[in-house]
């Protein structure tokens, strides 16, 4: 575990090499804040200390970040998926870790972390533990004056964040240090005057010192985990330095607002221009309806400023390149085919940014991944007690009893996952996935489960079967319907029909089920208890009707036995009087 002194020398090291990130994140900050001038005082005339354009960079970044933000699917797959016991595990784990989500409210602040990954090139995500709840939370942290350190394969191993309060704020907070921290100068010093305290994170501990006061240790307290409990997600870089997107652009932002300063100066001159009259006008009137009486009217006039028709075709061009380096398409805006030059290239920067989208869905899912393994770990170390988790699945309210050491028992993997319609529009990836489906490419189950938003595929698949069944059942009953009508048409009596379809009409109004009220209704009927009733068959006659044949053999007399009953029936009549006959022919 690393000392006070060890601490404070590494964070000052982190801080030394970020320099540069720094400054850039601030340029950035100030840009987003409609504050250029303050980064580039000397473009800008006396008065002037904000954006006369649109603050086309913040308008980029919240459009981006909104497209960004919706969080992944959640699937915890199960070893076997023929063992329901396998199944049922891993839907609950899973349902777990989407309430993990819900517990942090961490879609709300993915809007927040989505705009933090775009502009200043990553995002924190901390995991901590809330002894109110008795859950891990998870937190997403401002990447402004923060210090990531990682080791060869990309994972953090250290991370150092640079918190800004006032004395009096600081104090409050941290009143058993109130000597320490107001020093010698007391209550007399500026009370709103800033001052800067860290808070660093490693495997073994976390702690909060103020540098300015000699290292002061605020708190101190060891890692639960033992491990890095804050998950960074990057950016693509090329050289090993996180960036934001709008890092090279912000040059042509002010450029477009020097150039709209400058055609509003040329406008304004061009109405307060002076007025050439002849040299025989004495006095001069203004105002409306003014008069000007000379020899000479058509030489009063105002002197022309011409503006070049260039500068208009220069503010286009700047647009453009604003675009192209942000990767912002002009469809974004409303102009579907908008285009200095044709249409197309409209629709292949729109491309450039479903590729964008999915490259950072893709960085979010691998960072989510591991925020949802430390979760389970945090869960099952510390907070393993009886809980209850509630939600809503598919639109379905429901309520889980868990344990952790039980039901999460060591498996704290997860399949995060934006699915394959990544970078997709809502109206693109629903036609990719039915046509997808159509050609057999996959599965019913897979595609639910590349979905973008979490569902539970097992119990969706068994509500869809329910629907079919159902669905069958209605049919059915439709077609039972339908022999009214032919009923009707032979003279039979089509009363108990429609009796058992009103029964199942009127058991359908009092809210019972569909398949029970047909189960119930259409059930087969039990004979009385006495047996009053029920009408005995007569044996079937071993021998031919009448007695023996006279003069036939036993072997022949069963040969030529009575007709079989279809037969007999086939000649009934349609009021159903027996006109049947029988016939023996004796062959020797």
Request: glycine letters at 6%; a negative charge; hydrophobic letters at 40%.
């Amino acid at each position: 575990m690393l000392s006070i002194q060890q601490i404070a020398a590494r964070v000052a090291s982190l801080k030394e090499r970020s320099a540069d990130k720094d400054s850039r994140a601030q340029d950035v900050l100030a840009v987003r804040k409609g504050k250029i001038s303050s980064v580039y005082p000397q473009f800008f005339p006396e008065g002037v200390d904000a954006n006369v354009v649109a603050n086309f960079i913040d308008i980029v970044a919240r459009d981006l970040s909104e497209v960004m933000a919706p969080l992944p699917a959640v699937n915890c797959s199960a070893a076997n998926q023929v063992s329901d016991r396998a199944r049922s595990f891993a839907d609950k784990r899973t349902r777990i870790a989407a309430n993990y989500f819900t517990h942090s409210e961490l879609q709300v602040q993915m809007y927040t972390g989505a705009d933090y990954y775009i502009t200043f090139g990553f995002v924190p995500f901390i995991i901590e533990l809330d002894e109110e709840a008795g859950l891990p939370r998870i937190r997403v942290e401002s990447p402004i004056g923060a210090y990531p350190e990682f080791d060869r394969y990309g994972r953090c191993i250290a991370f150092a964040k640079r918190y800004e309060l006032s004395v009096a704020e600081l104090v409050s907070q941290f009143p058993e240090y109130e000597a320490q921290l107001l020093g010698k100068e007391g209550y007399e010093q500026n009370l709103n005057s800033r001052i800067d305290f860290i808070r660093y994170y490693d495997k073994d501990q976390s702690v909060i010192y103020v540098p300015s006061r000699k290292n002061l240790i605020l708190s101190q307290a060891v890692n639960p985990l033992g491990k890095m409990m804050i998950v960074v997600a990057k950016r693509p870089t090329v050289d090993g330095e996180m960036r934001g997107q709008f890092d090279d652009v912000l040059g042509i932002q002010l450029l477009r607002n020097r150039f709209a300063l400058l055609a509003m100066e040329a406008a304004e001159k061009s109405v307060q221009s002076p007025i050439v009259v002849p040299n025989d006008v004495q006095e001069i009137q203004f105002g409306g309806d003014s008069i000007i009486r000379t020899n000479n009217p058509a030489g009063v006039r105002r002197v022309e400023l011409p503006i070049p028709a260039g500068a208009f075709t220069e503010q286009t061009i700047l647009q453009q390149e604003l675009r192209t380096g942000t990767r912002y398409p002009e469809s974004r805006t409303g102009n579907i085919d908008a285009s200095i030059i044709t249409g197309q290239g409209v629709q292949a920067l729109m491309g450039g940014f479903d590729t964008q989208v999915k490259s950072a869905q893709a960085i979010f899912a691998s960072a989510l991944k591991d925020v949802i393994s430390i979760c389970f770990q945090v869960d099952e170390k510390y907070f393993d007690v009886e809980k209850t988790v509630r939600g809503v699945d598919a639109g379905s309210p429901y309520s889980v009893d868990y344990k952790p050491s039980k039901d999460i028992k060591k498996d704290y993997s997860a399949d995060v996952r934006y699915g394959m319609l990544a970078g997709l529009n809502p109206a693109q990836g629903l036609i990719f996935m039915l046509q997808a489906l159509g050609g057999k490419l996959i599965s019913k189950d897979m595609a639910m489960r590349e979905l973008p938003f979490s569902i539970n595929v097992t119990q969706e698949q068994e509500k869809i079967e329910v629907e079919d069944m159902r669905t069958a059942l209605i049919s059915a009953m439709q077609a039972y319907s339908q022999a009214i009508t032919q009923m009707a048409v032979q003279g039979q009596d089509p009363t108990a029909i429609v009796k058992k379809i009103a029964e199942v009409i009127k058991a359908r109004q009092k809210g019972v089920t569909l398949e029970d009220a047909i189960e119930n209704i259409f059930a087969p009927e039990l004979p009385p208890a006495d047996g009053s009733q029920v009408e005995q068959m007569s044996p079937a006659p071993t021998g031919p009707v009448g007695g023996p044949i006279p003069g036939a053999t036993p072997a022949q007399g069963q040969q030529a036995g009575t007709p079989d009953i279809q037969s007999l029936l086939s000649s009934l009549s349609s009021t159903g009087k027996g006109t049947a006959s029988a016939r023996r022919v004796i062959r020797r």
